[in-house]
């Protein structure tokens, strides 16, 4: 720690830090542009300007740029002299001479960073009367909107887009007065965290298009604390709503996970949540004839339901909270419960979950894999299913930068000399996977091949760190001496992560990256080894946790006439098994319930159906790739805006259907009664009750505000409906209240934040005043519980994988392909990401191709599962001769084409 004086006080400061940071981390407010916590200093706006003085004696001074001064022990400056003062407000006055002062009509307008800056240097006079400079706005895709003429070139978004992110399709052109950030020509941005653009920019250059369609000032939102929902990684976000619609999504700061950052997906996939066309009333269906359901009849008719049959199977859902799955498994027993997933699945959430419980190998956060110097990745395609995790990835890969700049005595911050180093000096990254991947381009090597050769190549990494293992036979020599250098550089590294997970549904290559996680840590006890496994969805952990049969022997059950009905929870069977096998098993509407938030086709085929609510109207609790369970808290009541509506969560309309077969009075009136008596029957989940404030919960006798207190108009929010402003709804479930009512400032003790405002700081750099030290820890802490990192039982694991050899196929062989859009479930049923998904395709070798004399733009076709299928093609260098890939989770490409075999492939002729 160092002491520094600034306008006669003192303050301990990190020696680390630049005197902007420094600054900002005690509460003195220092306006800024072009730095920012993330992307350190390059001291281009001049806007951070103060006065340093030599000594007590010194009463002149001279100005220097804070962003740009490293902390020293005893440094000497003012903030508030008049000096600093006069140069910051003539500072901010030339960078404003171009822009066209359009707050009334600009959609950053109280979110601003430019007009928090400007307010804070008391700039309130323009004084320039020439033309000013004007540039024509790009089109940026279907995301962003892009409006340079607001630009103060402050260089934060081709710093964070080409620096931070890899992205190659935008730049700064231009020079002296006439700089320009945009791409050579109009086109979609490419990188799959564009996104983060919205947020870093401190002006209204990039703003979010989607937001565009329906918009409304920051401040008259409805904000809740959520958890992404479109893969494992459970990136935190704060929802916007109005109008009984998710206006916006944004960033949750979480130092752990996602930082400052997340993925386009996560931002703005979430139009299925306000879809008109939704679930809304129970109905149900006799003899092809649709009866509208009020509340009482659907749980009378359900109860008759479970009178009527012998056997009913559950079969929950990974794309839903662990209270909802819990709800089921109490309703239909655990005999009858079924998680949804299949075997294969199963098998690897069921050895990723004794990894987390039992190994000592330790589970990075997404944040510590940054720092990690030897990665190997095997049979996971980051990019497309994980962003976030790759993103990260990127980041470890640079950050040997960091030691290099370390031995020389450059400061972390000084971003310009970090990313020269960055360019010649990178950690190892290593892939295996069947084709090609975004990642590639910062891999050290590659290898491409099936699942099985992989996994032949990984037995033999970790038979060269112990030779206890068997050894692999059948490996050519060059494939010998990768497999030699790769276990040498993780065995000689600082700290070696080793990254697969369940997207290719085969347990074997899971086994395979434990057995040399292990392997190191057998031979070097002392050596630092992480182990990363990435699942399908959501809460594919959580699910597993609460266990259950498989689907396959949900449906077998039911085949064979074990069982004689089902009710499915926020599931699609469509997605998991064949079309041809679906539309059999829903010949019998008659002996289906679902409860569902989108019109699945599983929904719209079943006899009975409730309508529940999706994560935005609801709350619950999710696990992540670590085993953190993590909570997220409704954003509004749907009730609010039409109680006409029929709407509950899915462990309501479960728990009052059991109460009526039971003949008991409810007990299950919020989220708190559901979790605690899940706690009684899975004790793994009682950390949630310990760690997390429960509806009770409240901060000088207030509940937590879901707006700022500069929300207006409350009483137009249902002036359509009635001209009587209704009394707000109350939040039986959490600690929070749905109104600008109640505390919304920082406090140690609230971990799970609404929104980011600070009176001064409107715009996202808000999160300063959240934080202990900018850029790093919350003052509450990180939320969220883990549930595995206590009481292990540190079995060492050790899996004897047999090595194949090649069999020449005469069948092909399906694996699948994923795109970051159009592969999760329910952002499927979003526009706006409809929009940017790729057509479905059949990916082929390029040596296969060139054997059927196939072209670029060929169509190919073939039947699997009792279904024709016709695609255009996509040629892939690497992808091993009979594989096809295919876009599995997409809609007619349900999860059981995983491996099967197409006896027959030819050119669709015309």
């Known amino acids: 720690m160092a002491k520094i004086y600034v306008d006669s006080k003192i303050y301990n400061v990190n020696e680390s830090d630049n005197l902007l940071q420094a600054c900002l981390s005690v509460g003195i407010n220092i306006p800024y542009f072009c730095w920012h916590p993330l992307l350190g200093s390059l001291g281009a706006c001049r806007q951070c300007a103060v006065t340093q003085y030599n000594d007590f004696e010194d009463s002149q001074g001279r100005l220097i740029m804070s962003c740009m001064t490293p902390v020293v022990d005893g440094i000497i400056i003012s903030v508030n002299n008049v000096e600093s003062e006069a140069f910051r407000s003539a500072i901010i006055e030339l960078l404003l001479t171009n822009h066209p002062h359009d707050c009334p009509v600009c959609e950053e307008g109280g979110h601003c960073h430019l007009q928090d800056m400007t307010v804070m240097t008391k700039h309130s006079m323009r004084r320039f009367n020439f033309q000013k400079r004007t540039h024509r706005n790009q089109y940026l895709g279907s995301f962003i909107k892009h409006e340079m003429n607001r630009c103060i070139a402050c260089y934060r978004c081709v710093r964070y887009y080409n620096d931070y992110a890899d992205g190659t399709d935008f730049g700064v052109y231009g020079s002296n007065n006439n700089i320009y950030f945009g791409r050579t020509e109009d086109g979609c941005l490419e990188n799959e965290h564009s996104g983060n653009l919205i947020e870093l920019c401190p002006t209204g250059v990039f703003t979010d298009k989607t937001h565009s369609k329906k918009y409304n000032r920051k401040w008259d939102m409805q904000y809740a604390p959520g958890v992404c929902h479109n893969c494992s990684v459970g990136c935190n976000i704060s929802i916007g709503e109005r109008y009984g619609e998710v206006r916006r999504i944004e960033n949750r700061y979480h130092e752990k996970i996602n930082h400052y950052l997340i993925c386009d997906l996560g931002r703005f996939g979430y139009s299925h949540t306000s879809l008109t066309i939704r679930p809304k009333q129970p109905a149900y269906i006799d003899n092809n004839t649709t009866t509208i359901l009020n509340s009482k009849k659907a749980v009378e008719l359900a109860v008759l339901f479970f009178q009527k049959y012998n056997r009913i199977i559950g079969i929950g859902s990974s794309r839903s909270s662990i209270e909802n799955n819990f709800a089921l498994q109490e309703l239909v027993g655990k005999e009858n419960f079924s998680h949804g997933m299949s075997v294969q699945e199963e098998d690897c959430i069921k050895l990723i979950l004794d990894v987390l419980k039992n190994s000592s190998i330790y589970t990075p956060s997404l944040k510590e894999i940054e720092t990690y110097d030897v990665i190997l990745v095997l049979g996971e395609d980051l990019t497309q299913t994980s962003p976030r995790v790759a993103l990260a990835i990127r980041q470890a890969i640079k950050s040997k930068a960091y030691d290099i700049a370390n031995l020389y005595g450059i400061s972390k911050w000084n971003s310009a000399s970090i990313s020269q180093i960055a360019e010649n000096c990178k950690n190892s990254l290593y892939i295996m996977h069947t084709h090609e991947s975004k990642l590639d381009d910062i891999a050290e090597w590659c290898y491409f091949g099936p699942i099985y050769k992989q996994v032949n190549l990984s037995c033999a990494i970790a038979y060269e760190l112990d030779k206890n293992l068997p050894e692999v036979m059948n490996l050519d020599c060059m494939l010998k001496e990768k497999a030699s250098l790769i276990a040498n550089r993780l065995l000689s590294s600082k700290k070696s992560l080793i990254i697969s997970g369940s997207h290719s549904f085969d347990s074997s290559i899971i086994k395979s990256a434990i057995n040399i996680a292990e392997s190191i840590k057998k031979n070097d006890i002392n050596h630092h080894v992480g182990l990363t496994f990435l699942t399908a969805s959501s809460n594919s952990l959580g699910l597993g946790l609460i266990s259950g049969m498989s689907l396959d022997s949900a449906l ?219 850029g790093e820890n919350l003052i509450s802490g990180d939320s969220g519980t883990y549930l595995f990192k206590k009481n292990k039982k540190t079995i060492n694991f050790c899996f004897n994988l047999v090595s194949k050899n090649f069999i020449k196929e005469k069948y092909w062989y399906i694996i699948p392909y994923y795109h970051i859009f159009g592969n999760e479930e329910l952002t499927q049923y979003s526009s706006t990401i409809k929009d940017n998904t790729p057509l479905e395709y059949a990916l082929i070798s390029l040596v296969d191709a060139i054997k059927l004399d196939l072209k670029k733009d060929s169509i190919v076709e073939f039947n699997c599962l009792n279904q024709d299928y016709r695609l255009i093609i996509r040629l892939s260098k690497y992808l091993h001769q009979k594989q096809i890939g295919l876009p599995i989770g997409r809609k007619g490409f349900p999860i059981a084409l995983v491996g099967k075999k197409i006896k027959f492939l030819q050119e669709f002729i015309k």
């Open 556 to 774: 077998k059950s039911i085949k064979e006439k074990q069982a004689d009905a089902v009710i499915f929870m926020e599931y699609d069977l469509y997605r998991f098994i064949s079309k041809h096998d679906c539309d059999s098993f829903f010949e019998k509407k008659e002996n289906i319930i679902t409860l569902d938030h989108q019109y699945t086709k599983t929904y719209r085929q079943s006899g009975l159906t409730l309508p529940s609510k999706n994560f935005a109207e609801s709350s619950g609790t999710i696990v992540n790739f670590e085993g953190r369970a993590q909570r997220f808290f409704q954003v509004y009541d749907p009730m609010f805006y039409d109680n006409k509506n029929c709407l509950f969560e899915s462990w309501k309309w479960l728990h009052y259907i059991k109460s009526k077969i039971d003949k008991k009075k409810v007990s299950w009136f919020n989220l708190d009664d559901v979790i605690q008596a899940c706690v009684k029957k899975y004790p793994i989940f009682n950390e949630i009750i310990k760690n997390e404030p429960d509806a009770n919960f409240r901060i000088h006798g207030q509940k937590i505000a879901r707006s700022p207190i500069r929300s207006s108009g409350r009483t137009a929010l249902r002036a359509n409906i009635d001209i009587h402003e209704p009394a707000q709804p109350q939040d039986v479930n959490t600690m929070f209240s749905f109104s600008m009512e109640g505390y919304n400032q920082p406090n140690k003790f609230i971990s799970h934040i609404p929104f980011a405002w600070f009176p001064g700081w409107n715009s996202p750099q808000a999160w300063n005043k959240f934080q202990n030290k900018v």
